[in-house]
């Protein structure tokens, strides 16, 4: 049976959650989620991103939180696994960047890793006079949720 | 081929803040100035919507960076290469230089900075921090044995301090500065800054409340020293200081001065000096960017001053360019000077040859020749020192190119016991100015200690570091983003900039050897670090000890060879030290022309229309970041040759 695109693209953000420890929202809030999913289908092999969204689905379907995450830890995160592009998605998401090159300006200042930090990309989402001398805002929401 | 054209009174070279003040301040004066830049045309252009177009292009360009290095939003020249720092690497042995990047680096050790070769210089990466001078830093042979004494006092330097921090924007609290050698009396009676001091960061709030006792002491070498902590006086903009009177630096015939004005301005629309009703006398306003002056009144806290600011709240050397008479100021960029001509009879130059090129990338160019009544070269103190060795010129004294010096920076980094947020706010807010000034002098090398605002980004890349081995090591989803939010927030990086002693075995030579795609000379640097560093180097480890013990810090700190390649052992332990982008020493002032190459007005002792501007000219470098000391002597040039071309 032959995916749709659009199934694939769903996968891809389902997985991401679990992958970058960031809800859905926070993750389509970045605006990347189509030029993240086109860039690892550019670079990758495609029989082996096919093996990779088949496993991504079924360990989707596990269930509880738990099981997911320990299902990641087995069959995504080794290096052997899809020849590491697990790992590759992560670092996407958190800086920006695929195989060490800035996929382009919107991805730099997108990195999660700002949010993560609490903090905002250098040089772009600047906060305002004087913010850096007050505790960072936190936003009433929860934090965690997937 | 030589310029069918009028003899200027003043040929400058360089648009960096050197050769903007002396433009700017000639031209306001009357005076006919060629300024001859060896960047791209486009970065110069006071056009608005071009000037625009061209920063973001710049801004566009760091986003897309791999590595945000101090030059990577701007182009990088084949025809008038930048040295950049991510070209550093270390030397195999003698006789075998790294010629990786622009500058042929033949050790032992690599120079550990990086300069930017463009339209306004390196004010477009520089951090802004703007301490001047201490006293004691003018006297550094008599007081303490070391190096040279200045042939000026920090006294006689000090009305052009207060014009280069009224050029520059400078926000801060006279009223905060202390430390070893620093006092209210270093400042005018009820002298202010133009602006309030900028916000000290949240972190250096967490930092400085470790240190809640009424005296905080550090020892070092067995002596006891105040550990104080001080607002960072800095050239990015902040509220308008309502006490501060000056508005702007006017030169006066009759008295044949460079003046700070209260109630008289140089309006750029009559190209007049007219006085200011005071009754419509305003606050100081703050200087915005180049493309639109409500534009950057605030710094609004992008974190990245080095490399870029994206608003222009951060000083660059364009803001001075601009306020020149356009009208006697002519620019020719992609202008890169090759030689000094100097008239075999007089000594005196007698013209600059320059190369232009069309097209960066090719190694084409066409030759010619500018003549003016008097020339500055402000090209930067390693361009400066590699163009009068290229033309035989200002070298009686056999020190032009030596005593190259630089801050070498021990950094230290752990992790606070709370979280603190860096990588927010201005690079450094407050510094700690214990180590400044003392008798240690005499054995080793003063420092000024920032606190810095951006985590362990300088020595290990983070935060992209941290992600890179979380990940690597197998950390994915929640347990990921709680580890970076647990890691990063808490960084804490200490500089201990150490002041480079003069050795003039530290030196830029030039071979025909290593020549750029134009022919002209690469700067060749001889570079090492002496005992007198190392030294400091020991000391500072030991006082961050202390810091990061009193502070409940834990010590990430690992020196290593592989981390970066000036890496020096001392007593048994290996030292990292990082260059500060401080280039300083290459052309000294002095008392006289058998040891130094300009006099105190950095006019060259061999060549009567021939001055210096710029880092160079500084006999020793203080603990102080140098923009403030070197646009101070700027002005104080710009003075000395306005008085001569009235004669």
Redesign the interface.
């Known amino acids: 049976m032959k995916k749709s695109k659009v199934d694939d693209l769903q996968i891809f953000l389902e997985i991401s959650v679990y992958l970058t420890g960031f809800n859905k929202n926070e993750l389509l809030g970045t605006g990347m989620l189509d030029t993240y999913y086109n860039t690892v289908a550019a670079n990758s092999n495609p029989e082996i991103l096919d093996f990779f969204y088949v496993e991504a689905r079924r360990i989707l379907s596990c269930g509880n939180e738990d099981e997911i995450n320990k299902e990641i830890k087995l069959n995504l995160i080794p290096d052997s696994a899809y020849r590491g592009l697990a790992k590759n998605i992560i670092t996407m998401w958190y800086m920006g960047n695929w195989g060490g090159q800035v996929i382009n300006a919107e991805s730099y200042i997108q990195g999660l890793v700002w949010d993560a930090a609490e903090t905002h990309p250098p040089g772009a989402k600047q906060p305002g006079y004087g913010s850096w001398s007050e505790r960072p805002i936190h936003i009433n929401c929860k934090k965690h949720s997937s | 081929m030589k310029d069918r054209e009028k003899e200027y009174d003043v040929v400058i070279l360089g648009s960096g803040i050197g050769g903007a003040i002396m433009a700017k301040t000639l031209t306001q004066a009357g005076k006919s100035v060629l300024l001859l830049e060896a960047g791209l045309e486009a970065g110069i252009s006071m056009d608005k919507t071009d000037a625009f177009g061209n920063y973001m292009s710049y801004?566009?360009r760091?986003?897309?960076?791999?590595a945000?290095a101090p030059n990577s939003p701007y182009p990088n020249l084949k025809d008038a290469p930048s040295i950049d720092v991510l070209d550093i690497q270390a030397i195999e042995g003698c006789n075998k230089p790294s010629t990786k990047g622009y500058l042929v680096q033949a050790g032992p050790l690599p120079f550990g900075s990086d300069c930017l070769r463009g339209p306004g210089g390196t004010t477009m990466h520089w951090l802004g921090s703007t301490p001047r001078m201490l006293p004691n830093d003018f006297q550094m042979k008599t007081r303490y044995g070391q190096g040279v004494d200045w042939p000026i006092t920090y006294k006689d330097l000090m009305p052009y301090y207060e014009m280069a921090e009224l050029e520059i924007g400078v926000s801060g609290s006279v009223a905060e500065q202390k430390g070893p050698d620093v006092s209210k009396n270093n400042y005018g009676v009820g002298y202010n800054f133009p602006m309030k001091k900028i916000?000290?960061?949240?972190l250096d709030?967490n930092v400085m409340g470790h240190f809640n006792r009424p005296v905080n002491k550090v020892n070092m070498n067995g002596k006891e020293y105040e550990l104080m902590f001080v607002s960072t006086p800095q050239g990015r903009n902040?509220i308008p200081n309502p006490d501060y009177p000056f508005r702007d630096i006017t030169w006066e015939p009759a008295e044949e001065k460079l003046k700070l004005q209260t109630n008289k301005y140089w309006n750029s629309e009559t190209k007049k000096v007219e006085k200011i009703d005071a009754a419509e006398k305003e606050n100081y306003v703050p200087v915005g960017a180049i493309w639109n002056q409500n534009e950057g009144h605030?710094?609004?806290?992008?974190?990245?001053c080095v490399p870029?600011c994206?608003?222009q709240a951060k000083y660059n050397a364009l803001k001075t360019l601009r306020r020149a008479d356009q009208e006697k100021l002519e620019i020719r960029t992609q202008s890169v000077a090759s030689k000094v001509l100097i008239d075999e009879k007089t000594k005196e130059v007698s013209g600059i040859e320059y190369k232009r090129y069309d097209n960066d990338d090719l190694p084409t160019f066409e030759t010619h020749v500018t003549k003016g009544r008097i020339y500055v070269l402000a090209a930067s103190a390693i361009e400066n020192a590699k163009i009068l060795l290229a033309s035989d010129a200002a070298n009686s004294s056999d020190q032009v190119g030596r005593n190259l010096m630089d801050h070498l920076c021990l950094l230290t980094w752990g992790l606070l016991p709370e979280?603190a947020?860096?990588?927010?706010?201005?690079g450094s807010?407050t510094n700690i100015p214990t180590l400044r000034d003392g008798e240690f002098r005499k054995e080793h090398a003063a420092c000024i200690i920032p606190l810095d605002?951006?985590g362990w980004g300088w020595p290990v890349f983070s935060?992209?570091s941290?992600?890179?081995s979380a990940?690597?090591g197998?950390m994915?989803?929640?347990?990921?983003?709680?580890h970076?939010?647990g890691i990063?927030?808490r960084q804490l990086l200490l500089h201990f900039e150490c002041e480079q002693a003069p050795e003039p075995s530290n030196r830029v030579t030039i071979d025909p050897e290593y020549l750029d795609p134009i022919g002209n000379y690469r700067p060749v640097i001889h570079y090492d670090a002496s005992d007198y560093m190392k030294k400091a180097f020991e000391a500072s480890k030991k006082v961050s000890d202390q810091i990061f013990a009193d502070a409940g810090v834990e010590d990430h700190t690992a020196y290593s060879a592989d981390l970066d390649p000036d890496y020096v052992e001392y007593n048994g332990k290996g030292y990292n030290f990082w260059g500060a982008g401080h280039i300083v020493g290459t052309h000294r002032m002095g008392n006289s022309k058998e040891n130094s190459v300009v006099d105190s007005d950095s006019k060259t002792w061999d060549h009567d229309n021939l001055y210096l501007v710029g880092c160079g000219n500084m006999p020793t470098l203080g603990t102080s970041n140098p923009t403030l000391t070197m646009s101070a002597l700027a002005f104080k040039t710009a003075e000395a040759i306005l008085k001569r071309l009235k004669k």
């Not at chain 2, 994915?476 to 709680?482: I, N």
């Open positions: 801004l566009d760091f986003y897309k960076a791999p945000k916000p000290q960061s949240y709030a902040s605030r710094c609004e806290g992008n974190a990245s870029i994206p608003v979280k947020y860096p990588f927010r706010g201005p807010t605002n951006w935060p992209g941290d992600v890179a990940v690597s197998g994915f989803g929640k347990e990921l983003r709680d970076i939010n990063v927030t």
